[in-house]
């Protein structure tokens, strides 16, 4: 396991990121000279001139403990209740309850946040995502399926995709309710509607544009940037939240 990730929950998200196990040599990878990954090589596509995002991807910075970083204040509105429990959340007295610190998942789209990397497949009616951060996974499907009504609520929701030029947006309902936006506590509940469009500017770096959009929390949706980084020459590796959470014991409000 690179770390413990309740280390990114407690320190803000600095502690470094260690190597993992595998160490490879990504063939086709455009290099420079210095034999070094050229990551502002042109965008790959794939047989149908759409975008290839297949790869593995790191956030940089991570927005993971507050996903607000960059916007004005008036940007991000909330309802009386999602207030309430912000401002009870975010003093720290409550940390024992963040569903990252039980290992929970982390929902959306604070997952794309995590210090952690994730790896996407794509194929043409699906696309798969792989996130190291406690061995989570997400599903989004593009072969024109309806959403789901009265769906069972889950972390993830249920995720439908399709592409908008060279842009795959995302949307995804049926959550739970329960997982915080980011560290510092923002709500969600069932309510939320998240919509992410993913958008590789060059052959290592893509953004993540997510739009939250809750009722049950927010006035009106808001929407923040995730950048991510090609990482090459490497893979994912097992990491089992519960196996070394020790924090539990020393966070407040259990």
Known sequence: MRHTFLCAILLAATCPTLPAQWKVVDAGIPRLPNGKPDLSAPMPRRANG??????IWMPEPPKVRDATVGLKPDEVSMTPW??????????????ATDPDANCLPQGVPKINSAPEPFKIFQE?????ILYEAFGQFRQLFMDGRKPIQDANPQWYGYSLAKW????LVVESSGFNGKAWLDQLGRPSTEALHVIERFHRKDYGHMDITSTIED??????????????TLLVDTELTEQVCNENNRDIPHLKGK
């Open 50 to 55: 759409k975008p290839d995002l297949t790869g």
């Open 82 to 95: 999602a207030q309430k429990v912000f401002d009870e959340r975010k003093t720290g007295e409550v940390s």
């Open 124 to 128: 043409p009616n699906e696309v798969v």
């Open 164 to 167: 908008d030029g060279d842009t």
């Open 215 to 228: 009722p049950g929390a927010y006035t009106k949706p808001w929407t923040y940037v995730q950048p991510v």
